[in-house]
């Protein structure tokens, strides 16, 4: 039998020392010690995409963020103990190039090409750093991932967050199996089908390690980051936030949706789609369980019900749009006509309410890429058939688990709040399994902190089979 793959991504801040390179080569000791094959896909370096996003504005010094992002490589490969001269003169290259096609000729295209460099360099750097140590190959993503053809093939979504097919490839497992042990690729990109880099968009690398663990069949995709897992609040503001220790699908997917991004949505999917269970787990705390995601049947794990809040979890730059205009439901074709618009201009919905005489729709800016150009095409088509009241920079706090329009019941208190703090919108997710609370954005945290002390921190005990190590008990223990 061929031996077995193992694909192992790691985030920004997990390749970006030489103490986490010096971790990734004992995990991936550890898998060949097993008889294992490993494939490490890597993101940029903590900071890079960003850098490369500032040089693609004319306004800024393009020239000096080149030097300052290769300085913080030359740093790493020093502390790595490695020669990364010729690769970094090599990166020089690239990015000057990409930079001046995309000063000529800006948009999507251009932009995606310049923001996959990030990847490409810390993969490289880590292919040399581990080529010290054991027989490790270079291999490139955009040879095993290409995206699915969108329907508006030049938007900003089709090139910056693009998909692609989850499936097996024995073809390409075939092919890199005739390669060394150690496979390293960059994460985040795919090819958009005629040999030019699409992105799989922000947080994009973790799709990238679902998508070729389903393709190399490997039993599990292993997701190292600087946290944990994930947490039933972002941590960082609630430090009674939680680890989860285990999820099913749905749950996950509904986390990494609506604002829980320690790992992308479309990695949860990709999972899914295949049956691949996914192991988050922390770098710098490689003895912590982590969280375990996989199918269950049910909305059980190990027998235990699931019912109930597993998370609050916030989504912040949302736009939301009422339209209002006479005897909406009883146009026919008029909810069509206004999703049309919005789809014709590479935009989607998150969530929508209607009424009588008013249509209310929030929107992910993040997601969605939205600018000022891109809102103000969209509130002029709306306009031809709508008064519209725009409500920019809006947050949208979610209680995420199985069973949760139950939770009604149990606000108590907390339902008083909303005097105070006036809802825009309040919607149940069809498979119930998310409730979202629609609010102006100084208003989130207070409510996020008065639910997750409710309806979680007043419910989680030692011997729950979700609920693992509050956050603030790690950070003590540190």
């Known amino acids: 039998m061929p031996a077995p793959w193992r694909v192992l991504k790691f985030g920004g801040t997990s390749v970006n020392g030489a103490e986490q390179w010096q971790a990734i080569a004992g995990l991936v000791a550890a898998h060949r010690a097993n008889g294992d094959r490993v494939v490490l896909v890597c993101s940029a370096l903590a900071g890079v995409t960003n850098a490369l996003q500032a040089m693609s504005v004319p306004e800024n010094a393009a020239p000096q963020l080149l030097d300052k992002l290769l300085q913080q490589h030359e740093r790493l490969a020093a502390t790595l103990g490695i020669d990364a001269e ?70 900003s979504r089709a090139w910056l967050s693009a998909r692609c097919e989850a499936r097996a490839d024995p073809a390409l497992a075939a092919r890199w199996a005739g390669l060394a042990p150690v496979l390293i690729t960059q994460g985040f990109v795919a090819n958009k089908g ?26 599990e995709v292993e997701i190292w980051t600087d946290v944990p897992g994930l947490f039933s609040a972002d941590p960082l503001q609630e430090p009674g936030a939680r680890l989860l220790q285990q999820l099913d699908y749905g749950e996950a997917l509904e986390m990494a949706a609506s604002g829980a991004r320690v790992v992308h949505p479309r990695c949860i999917r990709a999972a899914s789609d295949c049956g691949l269970p996914l192991v988050i787990r922390d770098i710098r705390r490689p003895r912590l369980r982590g969280t375990r995601i996989e199918r269950s049947a049910d909305g059980a794990l190990g027998g235990t019900p699931l019912e109930g809040v597993k998370a609050v979890t916030r989504q912040d730059g949302m736009l939301v749009i009422l339209l209002e205009n006479l005897d909406t439901r009883q146009q026919v074709g008029f909810l069509a006509w206004v999703f049309a618009v ?13 009424s009588e005489t ?8 993040v997601d969605n890429h939205l600018d000022r150009h891109l809102v103000t095409a969209m509130s002029e088509k709306l306009s031809r058939r709508c008064r519209l009241r725009l409500y920019p920079n809006c947050s949208c706090v979610n209680l995420v688990g199985r069973g949760v329009r139950t939770v009604l019941a149990d606000l108590g208190d907390s339902a008083r709040s909303f005097q105070e703090w006036p809802l825009l919108m309040l919607s149940l997710s069809a498979n119930d399994m998310c409730l979202s609370f629609l609010v102006q954005a100084g208003q989130a945290n207070a409510l996020l902190h008065e639910l997750h002390e409710r309806l979680v921190v007043g419910r989680a005990t030692d011997s729950h089979p979700v609920f693992g190590v509050a956050w603030g008990d790690l950070e003590r223990a540190d």
Do not use: K, Y
């Open 194 to 219: 005629d040999g030019r880099p699409a992105l799989l968009g922000r947080g994009g690398s973790d799709t990238s390690a679902a998508l070729l663990a389903c393709r190399l069949e490997a039993p």
């Open 86 to 155: 010729p690769l970094l003169a090599e990166a020089r290259e690239r990015i000057e190039r990409a930079v001046a096609e995309h000063a000529r000729e800006p948009g999507p295209p251009r932009l995606a090409a310049l923001l996959a460099n990030g990847e490409w360099l810390s993969s490289r750097l880590g292919q040399v750093f581990l080529a010290t140590r054991m027989a490790v190959d270079w291999v490139d993503a955009t040879e095993a991932l290409q995206v699915v053809p969108e329907r508006q093939a030049e938007s």
């Open 342 to 354: 919005i789809s014709d201009l590479g935009v989607s919905v998150d969530l929508v309410a209607t």
């Open 358 to 365: 008013t249509t209310t729709l929030a929107i992910n800016g």
